[in-house]
């Protein structure tokens, strides 16, 4: 499998689904509150806070296709402790923007911390994290 270029686009993921079955929206949300997901007549509502800068909102949107794709709001994963769920979505949203195989060919010049978290459209933060548990940093 040939590795693709970052950065992922998460909107082509969401394409994956029938358009119609998604719908993506940005608001001023409560502070602290990033997004949200729910599901409203049978469609996929995402909310994302429109005063995040645009790092963070795709992160948040992976997160909340993590919630979508794992079945989290499902009768059946409500039994899930909720602090797993949100867990279990960030990983998602890691995995998806910031795939390993990726990281590691990008990483292997050494580039700035700064231009690497551009290339992959990520916070610095999150970059950190990544390359912290793949022992790259």
Known sequence: MALREPPISVLDCLDRWDAREILVLEDRLHPGLRGACNLVDGRWLIILNRDDVPSQARFTLAHELGHIVLGDLSTAARGVDSAEREALCDRFAVE??????????????????LALAERF???????RRRLRELGLR
């Open 121 to 127: 459209q990520v916070t610095r933060r999150a970059l």
């Open 96 to 113: 998806l923007l910031l795939p390993a195989s990726a990281l590691r060919y990008a990483w292997h010049g050494r580039p700035e911390e």
